[in-house]
């Protein structure tokens, strides 16, 4: 009996290289351009299979390190001009969360949203202020397209429920919220899906106060209350370091800092009082464990960090500045001061 002739492949069809050598190929497609990879996935089976194995999302981020920047969200104000009779006047104030792509592949689920107001974004995820919906807050993963709405602390809703309000500002009421990953062990690489928090701290005339929502759970933890009250940066970049989230407070140098596992709040200043010299300090981030502040001082950035001090209290040092001679790299989500953007930039300081 004479052997079955070869199959026939279509014209159309990729060349019969082996798996491995494919995804050696693929790997080492720079990540400025994602956009072609995501075409690769169209070709054939094979080559999707290797593109959405999460083995191979874990080696393409260890091969090219940080991931590039898809774009950066951040909030605008809009008033809309309305008609009563022969009198042009505007609707009030509401707010749009706006995307702005900065690479070739624009996530589907990345688009401008009226009345939702961004707050934060970890790990993956993208927290919101909806007060128009039926939830308050709504977290998404803007790769996946997947959205999680969560209700208010039946204690908080009063406080929260307005939209980016003035009126809150003048009785004392401020706030903010943060959203970081739940799931034991992770290292944030692939964890789309998975289980997360929301931090949310406020503060009014009387004490500074805090809770924290599990989606495991479905519910928010018991408040838990300080004696004093310190205005919170409502448009504040937080910081997450293990089990502590850490928000700015408003005019003064100071951070709250919330350790949603002890259910403690505690206050950490930021200089000395009779520091009167140096400028204001900017929460940056996170680096190798420690929190990043940054400051300008004669057109020269520095960087500080917290390190423990002599008596094991909490101390500051300056790290590092543009124009030393040392080099020091770190990634920081760095937040813009006058639009209050949130973008993720990789920061490197060197002299050479």
């Known amino acids: 009996m004479s052997p079955r002739p070869p199959t026939q492949r279509g014209c159309n069809s990729p060349p019969a290289l082996v798996d491995d050598a494919m995804r050696e190929i693929f790997k080492r497609v720079l ?13 054939c089976t094979s080559w999707h299979g290797i593109l959405s194995d999460a083995d191979f999302a874990r080696e393409y981020r260890a091969f090219h390190g940080a991931p590039p920047v898809l774009g950066f969200l951040h909030n605008t ?14 609707e009030k ?21 009226r009345h939702w107001r961004v707050l934060d974004s970890r790990h993956g995820l993208v927290l ?43 009785e004392g009421i401020t706030w903010n919220a943060a959203v970081l990953c739940a799931k034991d062990g992770c ?16 503060s009014d005339e009387e004490k500074t106060f805090a809770t924290v929502y599990s989606s495991k759970t ?22 997450v370091v293990g089990n502590k989230v ?29 520091d009167d010299d140096l400028p204001w300090l900017h929460l940056m981030g996170v680096e190798d464990g420690m929190l990043m502040l940054a400051t300008v001082m004669n057109f020269t950035l520095c960087l500080w960090s917290m390190e ?28 813009s001061l006058a639009c209050r953007w949130l973008v993720l930039r990789k920061v490197l300081v060197s002299s050479s």
């Open 77 to 90: 104000r809009h008033k809309r001009p309305c008609e009563k009779g022969r009198i042009r006047d505007y």
């Open 31 to 43: 990540p400025d351009d994602p956009r072609s990879l995501v075409r690769a996935t169209a070709v």
């Open 93 to 113: 104030e509401h707010v749009v969360s706006n995307f702005v792509s900065t690479a070739s592949f624009r996530p589907p689920a990345c688009h401008e949203r």
């Open 308 to 335: 423990a001090g002599p008596s094991k209290t909490a101390v500051w040092v300056r790290v590092c500045d543009t124009g030393s001679s040392s080099s020091y790299r770190c990634s920081l989500l760095v937040p």
């Open 246 to 274: 850490y928000f700015p407070c408003e005019e003064t140098d100071s951070l709250v800092e919330y350790d949603m596992a002890g259910q403690k709040l505690s206050v950490i200043a930021l200089a000395e009082e009779e």
């Open 128 to 170: 919101f202020h909806t007060p128009k919906r039926d939830e308050d807050f709504a977290i998404c993963d803007l790769v996946t397209g997947r959205r999680w709405g969560v209700k208010a602390d039946p204690d908080c809703a009063d406080i929260i429920w307005n939209d980016w309000s003035e009126e809150d500002e003048d």
């Open 218 to 239: 479905r519910k928010w933890s018991d408040i838990v209350s300080g004696e004093e009250p310190h205005a919170i940066e409502t448009t504040g970049h937080t910081v």
């Open 187 to 202: 290292h944030h690489i692939y964890c789309h899906g998975g289980p997360f928090l929301v931090a949310l701290v406020g």
